[in-house]
T-cell receptor, first 115, second 113 residues
């Protein structure tokens, strides 16, 4: 069974440029998460989707970050414009549901470098 | 708020040594506790978990016991291998609508042959 797929794996951009990350969750998983992992730190949740609905986006910097999950499957996370402090690894995870007993499976992440 | 504190790294051991990575947590209620591992170039993988006090999670020779009295979930392995070299993350997750994982900062483990 395929795991969580993310692309691109690496992205280097100049500050003030836009950037987008794509995630394809495990088939049948209704809950999708975006985390940000700063260097030397653990991941922190940005947004959680249940199907196509964003149910927890309290940590998403809404002035420059946006996300969507059309049709409740794939998801895209966008930053516009990017700032130097956005350099991090962006992780996507999925689980069958949001029940605490359901394991979250993580993708390999997209490493973003903002110059 | 909820938080997880892990042992400072990096940790370097010789093959077949005994491993302990300390993890303590602060949380309201009764969280579930997890250890995730990140091998080089790969995504986070669930290593083991425990959902209530005194539960012991185990996998691939690793063990951790949920200690409510000391709010700890230390990771142990009796004999490490070179292939165990990775970054280990302790995390908690509460029920009652708080579905996100709260991670510690991670501990980088290097095992030398």
């Amino acid at each position: 069974e395929a795991g969580v797929v993310q692309s691109p794996r690496y992205k280097i951009i100049e500050k003030k440029q836009p950037v987008a990350f794509w995630c394809n969750p495990i088939s049948g998983h209704n809950t999708l998460y975006w985390y940000r992992q700063n260097l030397g730190q653990g991941p922190e949740l940005l947004i959680r989707y249940e199907n196509e609905e964003a149910v927890d986006d309290s940590q998403l910097p809404k002035d420059r970050f946006s996300a969507e999950r059309l049709k409740g499957v794939d998801s895209t996370l966008k930053i516009q414009p990017a700032e130097l402090g956005d350099s991090a690894v962006y992780l996507c995870a999925s689980s069958f549901s949001a029940q605490i007993t359901d394991t979250q499976y993580f993708g390999p992440g997209t490493r973003l470098t903002v110059l | 708020g909820n938080s997880v504190t892990q042992m400072e790294g990096p940790v370097t051991l010789s093959e077949e040594a005994f491993l302990t990575i300390n993890c303590t947590y602060t949380a309201t209620g009764y969280p579930s506790l997890f250890w995730y591992v990140q091998y080089p170039g790969e995504g986070l993988q669930l290593l083991l978990k425990a959902t209530k006090a005194d539960d012991k999670g185990s996998n691939k020779g690793f063990e951790a016991t949920y200690r409510k009295e000391t709010t700890s979930f230390h990771l142990e392995k009796g004999s490490v291998q070179v292939s165990d070299s990775a970054v280990y993350f302790c995390a908690l997750r509460r029920g009652q609508g708080a579905q996100k994982l709260v991670f510690g900062q991670g501990t980088r483990l290097t095992i030398n042959p």
